[in-house]
């Protein structure tokens, strides 16, 4: 075989990297943001003055792959819709003085009401963006097609890329020889590796999508790229696309992409396409494809077929992927940071006790299910005696209630009030509704004799907390809370405006739209009314694409919503969720006395505020945030007031949620997360491996003191979350919103309560990786 690599040991003299040596790797050569000076040589001098008014002349801003911010005089040509990418617009362009063309695609308003749309360009930008910032200064980078900037925010969002060179292979059919042919196989199965070494499957490999200009392939834009592992997607025709990938079968494999390869190599040798079955009938008639015959390349299965770098062996030609590939990964050292700072979490959990093996079974008493008033209170006081309540008038007693064979009384119970951290034994005399006014009515059940009425009614009843501490104002608890399992409470910590309110309502979207369910997880409302009121306001105004107002300081602390979850037949627990403003939390006020008995914790943090990098300058500015390195103090608040166990660690489970990570989330590591959707089982090597991701990425962008939650909690995983996926305009999110894994947190909680079925409690070292 030829080597494929020798046309690009130059770079390409019309690309805008290219034009302007002096840019570097970090990409500016694309063009320079407003304030940006500018040499006498780059393409567009806006130095200058601008050219005179012209209908074809426009101004044109849009972020480099390296995300810096790019400003140039373009000149546009005549609209047309590309085949297979219905909803878009393509054009050519002309940046600046110095004439550098270039192809934009972009969504047109009028696709912009299919919510999935947006999606395909941000994931088309996603995988470009990962391409030219992996190979951008590689000689072999010519057999893809290269992005040059992007604009996800625009009223029409577009990316930009370089004109393709060549013409489509379709139209070589029968034209072409042998060395040739040969040269383009290989140049095709060396774009499959460099896709596959991103994780990344192009799914459109067809003679259409695939250019010669005599020397070399070009592959088209990555506009139908999957991911590899995520659930195959029907797409495609036969006889490029494989047969799994048509019927959507199984989950994505780089192999996929190699029976396109396959197809292309019979086609160009026979002239003529294969059924797109399986191995063609003539096959053995071409003995230049016995190679790839003998392979398993045209097997109907990607398990059966050779991976891209075996392919490029059998076809002799140089991996550029090879021994001596620059593969330094900056974020390595501080992976083995978060590997050691688990082992100093078991150590400490042990009590000092050095790591000489498994670690023992917490010395924790079992779980009663009917926990006494003795061992509740036990649980929240772990020191000292517990507030005493004020004197409360013992309500006047009521007649009997006739017996009755038809309602039995719920059993005994004792359950701690969430907001006053008392214990509450159900007493039927205090049972309430409440109307519409929030006015509390007595509810007398006595009568009620038929099951279906008096369990509604029941479903739908408050029970008054008896309880009133340091003045403390009344409150009540949906009734559920008293009657079924052992109560989950979730708190989110923030500052104000991180978005805790934001994902709350993204999370509690998701659980409404049957999120949970893969997981064996079964959601009711805690209280009916409560929650349809939550969802009115809260997460239909998000889904609609309205900004929620800021969470308003309160005198007394109030969960924001409820469920009762269960896991198959087993008895429903409740879980509420606190969501307070960030200055009730950052204040060591009596608001935040509640927080001794949260059994666990979000903690909820802002890319704006803690990380360090130059592509979130110009949204800061925009925003009024800026850099903290002290950390988020609602944080440092929260954790001195939680109680600790032996070893001075944070015995409820926590999670950090990086929330807001769409605006970072072309960086590598943000985009291996969350550019993928959630699996739909359980998966604790997963969490542990996103959270050592997580983990590395703050410690490498951002001052240790962000880092809190996860250094006191003796459990605490980290998540690439978003919630609303962009950045509002006023008070509205103009391409919509799009929740990215807001449910991780949470799931990640719910296996350290043993609330997931499957997933066992584990300490902070159990199943690391070494």
Same mark, same amino acid.
């Given at each position: 075989?030829?080597?494929?690599?020798?046309?690009?040991?130059?770079?390409?003299?019309?690309?805008?990297?290219?034009?302007?040596?002096?840019?570097?790797?970090?990409?500016?050569?694309?063009?320079?943001?407003?304030?940006?000076?500018?040499?006498?040589?780059?393409?567009?001098?806006?130095?200058?003055?601008?050219?005179?008014?012209?209908?074809?002349?426009?101004?044109?801003?849009?972020?480099?792959?390296?995300?810096?911010?790019?400003?140039?005089?373009?000149?546009?040509?005549?609209?047309?819709?590309?085949?297979?990418?219905?909803?878009?617009?393509?054009?050519?362009?002309?940046?600046?003085?110095?004439?550098?063309?270039?192809?934009?695609?972009?969504?047109?308003?009028?696709?912009?009401?299919?919510?999935?749309?947006?999606?395909?360009?941000?994931?088309?930008?996603?995988?470009?963006?990962?391409?030219?910032?992996?190979?951008?200064?590689?000689?072999?980078?010519?057999?893809?097609?290269?992005?040059?900037?992007?604009?996800?925010?625009?009223?029409?969002?577009?990316?930009?890329?370089?004109?393709?060179?060549?013409?489509?292979?379709?139209?070589?059919?029968?034209?072409?020889?042998?060395?040739?042919?040969?040269?383009?196989?290989?140049?095709?199965?060396?774009?499959?590796?460099?896709?596959?070494?991103?994780?990344?499957?192009?799914?459109?490999?067809?003679?259409?999508?695939?250019?010669?200009?005599?020397?070399?392939?070009?592959?088209?834009?990555?506009?139908?790229?999957?991911?590899?592992?995520?659930?195959?997607?029907?797409?495609?025709?036969?006889?490029?696309?494989?047969?799994?990938?048509?019927?959507?079968?199984?989950?994505?494999?780089?192999?996929?992409?190699?029976?396109?390869?396959?197809?292309?190599?019979?086609?160009?040798?026979?002239?003529?396409?294969?059924?797109?079955?399986?191995?063609?009938?003539?096959?053995?008639?071409?003995?230049?494809?016995?190679?790839?015959?003998?392979?398993?390349?045209?097997?109907?299965?990607?398990?059966?077929?050779?991976?891209?770098?075996?392919?490029?062996?059998?076809?002799?030609?140089?991996?550029?992927?090879?021994?001596?590939?620059?593969?330094?990964?900056?974020?390595?050292?501080?992976?083995?940071?978060?590997?050691?700072?688990?082992?100093?979490?078991?150590?400490?959990?042990?009590?000092?006790?050095?790591?000489?093996?498994?670690?023992?079974?917490?010395?924790?008493?079992?779980?009663?299910?009917?926990?006494?008033?003795?061992?509740?209170?036990?649980?929240?006081?772990?020191?000292?005696?517990?507030?005493?309540?004020?004197?409360?008038?013992?309500?006047?007693?009521?007649?009997?209630?006739?017996?009755?064979?038809?309602?039995?009384?719920?059993?005994?119970?004792?359950?701690?009030?969430?907001?006053?951290?008392?214990?509450?034994?159900?007493?039927?005399?205090?049972?309430?509704?409440?109307?519409?006014?929030?006015?509390?009515?007595?509810?007398?059940?006595?009568?009620?004799?038929?099951?279906?009425?008096?369990?509604?009614?029941?479903?739908?009843?408050?029970?008054?907390?008896?309880?009133?501490?340091?003045?403390?104002?009344?409150?009540?608890?949906?009734?559920?809370?008293?009657?079924?399992?052992?109560?989950?409470?979730?708190?989110?910590?923030?500052?104000?405006?991180?978005?805790?309110?934001?994902?709350?309502?993204?999370?509690?979207?998701?659980?409404?739209?049957?999120?949970?369910?893969?997981?064996?997880?079964?959601?009711?409302?805690?209280?009916?009314?409560?929650?349809?009121?939550?969802?009115?306001?809260?997460?239909?105004?998000?889904?609609?694409?309205?900004?929620?107002?800021?969470?308003?300081?309160?005198?007394?602390?109030?969960?924001?919503?409820?469920?009762?979850?269960?896991?198959?037949?087993?008895?429903?627990?409740? &879980?509420?969720?606190? /969501? =307070?403003?960030?200055?009730?939390?950052?204040? *060591?006020?009596?608001? $935040? #006395?509640? %927080?001794? @008995?949260?059994?666990?914790?979000?903690?909820?943090?802002?890319?704006?505020?803690?990380?360090?990098?130059?592509?979130?300058?110009?949204?800061?500015?925009?925003?009024?945030?800026?850099?903290?390195?002290?950390?988020?103090?609602?944080?440092?608040?929260?954790?001195?007031?939680?109680?600790?166990?032996?070893?001075?660690?944070?015995?409820?489970?926590?999670?950090?949620? &990086?929330?807001?990570? /769409? =605006?970072?989330?072309?960086?590598?590591?943000? *985009?291996?997360?969350? $550019? #993928?959707? %959630?699996? @739909?089982?359980?998966?604790?090597?997963?969490?542990?491996?996103?959270?050592?991701?997580?983990?590395?990425?703050?410690?490498?962008?951002?001052?240790?003191?962000?880092?809190?939650?996860?250094?006191?909690?003796?459990?605490?995983?980290?998540?690439?979350?978003?919630?609303?996926?962009?950045?509002?305009?006023?008070?509205?999110?103009?391409?919509?919103?799009?929740?990215?894994?807001?449910?991780?947190? =949470?799931?990640?909680?719910?296996?350290?309560?043993?609330?997931?079925? $499957?997933?066992?409690?584990? @300490?902070?070292?159990?199943?690391?990786?070494?």
């Amino acid at each position: 075989m030829t080597d494929p690599n020798h046309p690009n040991d130059r770079r390409d003299p019309d690309h805008p990297d290219d034009r302007n040596h002096a840019a570097g790797p970090s990409g500016r050569g694309h063009g320079a943001g407003p304030n940006q000076p500018m040499g006498p040589d780059h393409p567009d001098h806006l130095s200058e003055p601008s050219p005179p008014p012209h209908p074809y002349y426009q101004e044109l801003e849009f972020l480099t792959p390296r995300e810096a911010q790019s400003r140039f005089v373009v000149r546009y040509g005549e609209d047309h819709r590309p085949p297979g990418r219905p909803g878009f617009l393509a054009r050519r362009a002309v940046l600046g003085a110095g004439g550098v063309p270039v192809v934009q695609y972009r969504l047109a308003s009028s696709a912009q009401r299919d919510p999935q749309a947006y999606g395909l360009l941000e994931r088309e930008v996603a995988a470009s963006v990962a391409l030219e910032r992996r190979y951008g200064g590689d000689k072999f980078v010519g057999i893809l097609t290269r992005i040059v900037g992007f604009d996800l925010t625009a009223a029409e969002p577009f990316v930009l890329y370089r004109p393709p060179s060549g013409r489509p292979l379709s139209d070589w059919a029968g034209r072409i020889g042998a060395e040739d042919q040969e040269r383009i196989t290989g140049q095709l199965a060396m774009a499959v590796r460099l896709l596959g070494e991103l994780g990344l499957v192009h799914r459109a490999i067809t003679p259409e999508n695939v250019r010669w200009d005599g020397a070399r392939v070009r592959l088209c834009e990555p506009y139908a790229a999957l991911r590899a592992g995520e659930a195959r997607q029907p797409f495609g025709a036969a006889p490029w696309a494989s047969p799994e990938q048509r019927a959507g079968r199984g989950s994505v494999d780089p192999r996929d992409d190699l029976w396109s390869v396959a197809e292309l190599a019979y086609y160009l040798l026979s002239g003529r396409p294969d059924r797109g079955e399986g191995p063609p009938a003539d096959l053995g008639d071409y003995r230049r494809l016995a190679a790839l015959q003998h392979s398993g390349l045209f097997s109907p299965k990607a398990t059966e077929r050779p991976h891209p770098a075996d392919l490029l062996r059998l076809l002799y030609v140089a991996d550029p992927l090879g021994a001596g590939a620059d593969t330094a990964d900056v974020l390595t050292p501080f992976r083995a940071r978060y590997d050691a700072h688990l082992a100093r979490k078991q150590t400490l959990s042990r009590g000092g006790r050095p790591d000489t093996g498994p670690a023992p079974a917490p010395e924790v008493p079992a779980r009663d299910p009917n926990p006494s008033l003795g061992s509740l209170l036990s649980k929240i006081f772990r020191n000292g005696e517990p507030p005493r309540a004020a004197p409360r008038a013992t309500p006047p007693p009521r007649a009997a209630a006739p017996p009755s064979e038809l309602v039995q009384p719920p059993p005994s119970r004792s359950r701690m009030c969430p907001h006053c951290l008392l214990p509450v034994e159900y007493d039927e005399r205090l049972l309430v509704t409440i109307d519409a006014k929030g006015n509390r009515i007595p509810l007398d059940l006595r009568a009620e004799r038929r099951p279906g009425h008096h369990a509604d009614a029941r479903r739908k009843a408050y029970h008054l907390c008896p309880h009133t501490v340091d003045g403390d104002e009344g409150h009540e608890l949906p009734l559920p809370y008293l009657t079924n399992g052992e109560p989950l409470s979730i708190a989110l910590v923030g500052s104000s405006s991180v978005g805790k309110t934001h994902l709350l309502a993204a999370m509690l979207g998701e659980i409404e739209l049957g999120g949970l369910e893969p997981y064996g997880l079964k959601c009711l409302p805690l209280n009916p009314e409560a929650h349809r009121a939550y969802l009115r306001e809260r997460v239909q105004s998000l889904q609609q694409g309205r900004q929620l107002g800021r969470t308003g300081q309160q005198t007394f602390a109030r969960f924001a919503d409820g469920l009762l979850v269960s896991a198959g037949g087993a008895t429903p627990r409740p &879980v509420v969720f606190f /969501d =307070l403003a960030g200055e009730d939390l950052a204040q *060591d006020s009596e608001v $935040g #006395r509640f %927080l001794m @008995g949260v059994d666990a914790f979000i903690f909820v943090l802002d890319p704006l505020r803690a990380l360090r990098l130059p592509s979130l300058e110009p949204v800061r500015e925009q925003s009024g945030l800026r850099l903290r390195e002290l950390g988020d103090e609602a944080f440092t608040t929260v954790l001195n007031r939680i109680p600790r166990q032996r070893g001075g660690l944070v015995a409820a489970p926590a999670a950090l949620a &990086v929330n807001k990570s /769409d =605006l970072v989330r072309f960086e590598p590591v943000v *985009d291996r997360w969350l $550019g #993928r959707a %959630l699996p @739909g089982r359980h998966d604790p090597a997963a969490v542990r491996a996103e959270s050592r991701d997580a983990y590395a990425f703050l410690a490498h962008g951002a001052s240790s003191a962000w880092l809190k939650p996860f250094d006191d909690c003796a459990d605490c995983s980290l998540h690439f979350v978003a919630a609303t996926g962009g950045q509002a305009r006023g008070d509205r999110f103009p391409h919509g919103v799009r929740p990215r894994r807001v449910l991780a947190p =949470l799931l990640s909680l719910f296996a350290l309560c043993g609330l997931l079925p $499957g997933a066992e409690p584990a @300490g902070p070292m159990e199943g690391i990786d070494r």
